[in-house]
Structures are given as structure tokens and as C-alpha cells.
């Protein structure tokens, strides 16, 4: 048996890099982290089938492109989804929809765009994981607890001591996510209550409302959220947190303007930022690699001749009811979103993945981090991070499979304009 100590996780966005891995001939076995995604994830047999499936049916990797190559070279209104890959993978999906007038969508893009609605509109000042440990005395968690999409955020970002704070003093305080979760355990004494918690009402965006108006003085000194403005002004450096995608409410961006603007307020007496999660998935790598190659975020569409965004025309779930062809990409873990649509389904993702509809044709892939190296983003969207391989159980990478997809249609074209002359 061999241990791989310190592997970078590439699953939920946060490159928690101290994973320890036992590789022996039946595969890989993580060993316990806390994380119930690395420790269910990492835990990968050396013995699966490799061969692409055609309608169900067991065919060469050669037909396989070749099938897929004719699918998408002849598709009317194509869409690249799922689109989680490494950097390369989102890169090589780029270029395809590029040549073949395809829409792009992450499958968990809905929490990024909850967020990029608002930077549109007002900006905002945001701060990264590292500036959280070291510099933040205060914490304050607006909404669902975020470890539960982020199993380890406090442990590793919170927990730990400040290196840049006097004395290491750090509070945490939780504003309507209460009763407070098991997760915050590792924080212990540094939790401060809020007085603010489920029983204030299901309505985030009120209750941050409220917080805005103890801060411009507009609340009775009783009112808890009068000494919450009055802790936040005292701080030193305050970092607010919030997972968008766990809010349930109707109109989430509203909850993230309004944290935005709390953010503003507080941040004319004293140091504020926030700190808005999201990344599983290389979702965040996914959107820079757009931005890269095209000038947009992803929900962006190439079937006008050039690069055209629109982040409600283009969202996946829309564009399945008219795309022909469906190029879903999910190389991280063995498991999807149910989805339906009237065209044909490609997909490219681990052999382990279980489908309750076979697609027209699946191409096992390999997982960024166990089966091949590649470039992730973390969750703060301002570091790259490298992961290694673990294992070879001869599956190929998104970015092979799609550009050897490319290889055939360029093949297709140089035939057809040949015959033409």
C-alpha cells in the first residue's frame, strides 16, 4: 500500500490540501478528513469499465467520438452543460462551442449569478479565504450555516488563531441561521449569539434591512440588533459570509444587495468585506476561463457568430427545452442533477456514475485530481490551484476526449471542402 499525504481536494471550492490518501491495487481510500464529500469522493475503485456506451451498448472509444463528432457537427442548436472540468476541460468545451454555435452553462452556476446580479448593478468589496484566518476578528455568517456545501470552512479558515490580530481574539456571530449547527462545534467559546435566529422569521432580507437600520441609528437601544451594529462598528476587521446558493428565498439576490450595502455601512468606521462562497466543482474556474476567452461569464452563447450573453436566456435549464443535442460534462464526482430534455444526450463523466436514463452516448472520463493532474480555482476566486494524479485507471481527461472530438470535426471540414473544389 502507498500513502499520498497532503493531496489537494478539488470537490467543494475551498483546496483543502492536507487529504491523506491509501492507493493499493483495488484503488484509492481517502482517510477520514470530517468532509463527508473528500471522504465519499476520494474513494475510487481501480477496476472499472473504460468502454464508451452507444445507446446503452459497449463501443470503441473511436466510434464514440466519431458519433460525437456527428451529433454536435450537425446540431442546430447545441448546449455545453454540467461543464465540471478542470481548467483545461472548461478551455477545450470553450473552443467547441465556439465552433459549433454551442450555449455554455456550469451546472451550479445558479449561486454565482445570484452574486454577479449584484456586482453588476453596485460593485462590492470582497476579501479572500486568507485574509478571513489571518486578519478578521469578526465574523459574521448571514443565512444557512455555509458549511453544509463547504464542510470544512471553519475548521480550516475560521478555527484556527489569527496571525495578525492582537491577542488572537476571533468572534463568530450567526445571524438567522440559528439554532446553530454541529458544524461550528470546532469554533467554541468564539460563537457569539446574535439573539437573532430562526425564530426572527424566515426572511433574510428583512433581517439585514434591519442590521442596516441599527447601523444608521434607527433602532431602539433593547433592540439586539443595536449591539450587533454596535459589535460590528467596534471590530477591527469584519468579513461577512454567505453561501447564496443555500438561500431559499424568492428572490435571493435581494439578500446579497442588502450585504452588500450592510457591507458599505460598516466599511465607513471600520475594515469590511464579504465573503461570498461558491466554487464546487471548479464552477468559479469555469466562469474565469469564460471571461478569459470570450469577455462574459458563463451563460453565454456563440450560436449568433460571436459571443453573446445573457444570463437568463442562456441558463442550462432554459436552454434544454430547445437544444437538439445536450453536451453535459461532469468529470468530478459520479452523480447529476435529474434533467430532461427532447434532443440527444452526450455525456462525459466517471465511470461510476450511475444514469437512471441512458444517454445516446457516454464517454467515461476522468476525474481532475484521481485520475489526471489539472488547474481548479478555489472558492474566492483569486487562486489556482494544481492537483495531481493519484491513480492510472486508463480513463482520458475532458479536455483529450473533446479535443480529439475537435480533430474529427476539423477532419469533416477539410473532406467537405475538398469534394467542394
Known amino acids: 500500500m502507498t500513502f ?40 475510487r475503485s481501480a477496476a472499472v469499465p473504460t468502454d464508451a456506451r452507444m445507446d446503452g451498448n459497449a463501443v470503441s472509444m473511436d466510434d464514440a467520438i466519431a458519433e460525437a463528432a456527428r451529433l454536435l457537427g450537425t446540431s442546430a442548436a447545441p448546449l455545453i452543460a454540467g461543464l465540471a472540468a478542470d481548467v483545461d476541460g472548461v478551455l477545450s468545451a470553450l473552443s467547441l462551442a465556439e465552433r459549433i454555435g454551442a450555449t455554455v452553462d ?32 469578526l465574523v459574521l ?102 453561501a447564496a446558493g443555500l438561500f431559499d428565498n424568492p428572490q435571493p439576490d435581494l439578500i446579497v444587495e442588502g450585504l452588500v450595502r450592510l457591507i458599505r455601512n460598516v466599511d465607513g468606521t471600520t475594515r469590511c468585506a464579504g465573503l461570498p462562497l461558491s466554487g464546487a466543482d471548479n464552477v468559479i474556474g469555469a466562469n474565469q476561463a469564460c471571461g478569459w476567452r470570450t469577455g462574459f461569464p458563463l451563460r453565454t452563447g456563440f450560436n449568433a457568430g460571436a459571443p453573446l450573453h445573457d444570463p437568463e436566456r442562456f441558463d442550462w435549464r432554459t436552454r434544454l427545452c430547445d437544444a437538439d443535442v445536450t453536451l453535459w460534462i461532469s468529470a468530478f ?63 482520458p481527461s475532458v479536455a483529450a476526449v473533446i479535443g480529439r472530438i475537435l480533430s474529427v470535426l476539423a477532419e469533416t471540414a477539410d473532406s467537405k471542402e475538398e469534394a467542394e473544389c
Do not use: K
Open 141 to 242: 455568517v448571514v443565512g444557512p450555516d455555509p458549511a453544509t456545501a463547504f464542510p470544512r470552512v471553519w475548521e480550516r479558515w475560521v478555527a484556527p488563531e489569527p496571525a495578525l490580530v492582537p491577542g488572537g481574539a476571533r468572534s463568530v456571530v450567526f445571524l438567522g441561521g440559528e439554532p446553530l449547527p454541529e458544524t461550528v462545534q470546532c469554533l467554541g467559546s468564539r460563537i457569539e449569539a446574535s439573539g437573532l435566529g430562526s425564530d426572527a422569521g424566515p426572511d433574510l432580507a428583512a433581517l439585514v434591512g434591519r442590521l442596516r437600520a441599527a447601523l444608521a441609528g434607527r433602532t431602539a437601544d433593547g433592540d439586539p440588533m443595536t449591539a450587533l451594529a454596535s459589535r460590528l462598528c467596534a471590530a477591527r476587521y469584519v468579513v461577512v459570509i454567505w
Open 4 to 43: 499520498h499525504p497532503d493531496t489537494l481536494c478539488p470537490f467543494c471550492g475551498l483546496g483543502c490540501g492536507d487529504i491523506g490518501i491509501d492507493l493499493d491495487e483495488s484503488g484509492i481510500t481517502p482517510r477520514p478528513t470530517g468532509c463527508p464529500q473528500a471522504d465519499r469522493l476520494f474513494r
Open 333 to 395: 464526482r459520479p452523480e447529476m442533477p435529474p434533467f430532461a430534455t427532447g434532443g440527444s444526450v452526450i455525456m462525459l463523466a466517471p465511470p461510476e456514475l450511475a444514469v437512471t436514463t441512458e444517454p445516446a452516448l457516454f464517454i467515461p472520463v476522468g476525474t481532475p485530481g484521481i485520475d489526471h493532474a489539472g488547474d481548479v480555482f478555489r472558492a474566492d476566486s483569486v487562486v489556482a490551484l494544481h492537483t495531481g494524479a493519484l491513480i492510472d485507471r486508463g480513463l
Open 106 to 137: 456550469h451546472e451550479r452556476s445558479d449561486a454565482l449569478f445570484r452574486n454577479l446580479a449584484v456586482l453588476r448593478r453596485f460593485g462590492w468589496s470582497v476579501t479572500t479565504l486568507a485574509e478571513l484566518r489571518n486578519r478578521c476578528d
